[in-house]
T-cell receptor
Framework: QQQVKQSPQSLIVQKGGIPIINCAYE??????FPWYQQFPGKGPALLIA?????SEKKEGRFTISFNKSAKQFSLHIMDSQPGDSATYFC?????????????FGKGTKLSVKP | DVKVTQSSRYLVKRTGEKVFLECVQD?????MFWYRQDPGLGLRLIYF???????EKGDIPEGYSVSREKKERFSLILESASTNQTSMYLC?????????????FGNGTRLTVT
């Protein structure tokens, strides 16, 4: 019940495409869903986050879609660029589990081809 | 900008050695974390600390211990390194008192145990 399942494990798109990364959770106590972006040789950094009281959040070319009833959320990258090539982690947290600490998905390695 | 500094970028140790991984943050954050990153397994929490001299086990604490004598410094200790501890280790810090404040990661220490 503490897991966050992320798919796909890897993704290759052409420049300008819209990669979509999906995550699913089971614990209904989760109330915070961030995405972290990690470039090679660097630590992950917060990209965008959403709470379950909204169904969508946009920041620039990055959008989180959230489906509370299905317990799923996804990251969409509009007009993807080679500079978006990175590993993306979804995560979830809430006071119902893991002492409020983030539980991460296993990551998606995204390659955007020029 | 928050800076989380891990003392070594690469480390090679022999089986049975005692290994210290050091992490320092410069933003007076109360919370600090040690994660392990392995391909296909994502980020797994080893230990965390809410404040000085406090520590809590994460999801995979076996074979590890930690030390937090000063607020800015959080050390991960491998008492007797084993080959299955070969991994990328990431330190992170976070402000306390603000629900779901972002994690700030260091750039990681890649440890190889031979």
């Amino acid at each position: 019940q503490q897991q966050v399942k992320q798919s796909p494990q890897s993704l290759i798109v052409q420049k300008g495409g819209i990669p979509i990364i999906n995550c699913a959770y089971e614990n209904t106590a989760f109330d915070y869903f961030p995405w972290y972006q990690q470039f090679p040789g660097k630590g992950p950094a917060l990209l965008i986050a959403i709470r379950p009281d909204v169904s969508e959040k946009k920041e620039g070319r990055f959008t989180i879609s959230f489906n509370k009833s299905a317990k799923q959320f996804s990251l969409h990258i509009m007009d993807s660029q080679p500079g978006d090539s990175a590993t993306y982690f979804c995560a979830a947290a809430g006071y119902g589990g893991s002492q409020g600490n983030l539980i991460f998905g296993k990551g998606t390695k995204l390659s955007v081809k020029p | 900008d928050v800076k989380v500094t891990q003392s070594s970028r690469y480390l090679v140790k022999r089986t049975g050695e005692k290994v210290f991984l050091e992490c320092v943050q410069d933003m007076d954050h109360e919370n600090m974390f040690w994660y392990r990153q392995d391909p296909g397994l994502g980020l797994r929490l080893i230990y965390f600390s809410y404040d000085v001299k406090m520590k809590e086990k994460g999801d995979i604490p076996e074979g590890y211990s930690v030390s937090r004598e000063k607020k800015e410094r959080f050390s991960l200790i491998l008492e007797s390194a084993s080959t299955n501890q070969t991994s990328m280790y990431l330190c992170a810090s976070r402000m306390a008192g603000q629900q779901n404040s972002p994690l700030h990661f260091g750039n990681g220490t890649r440890l190889t145990v031979t």
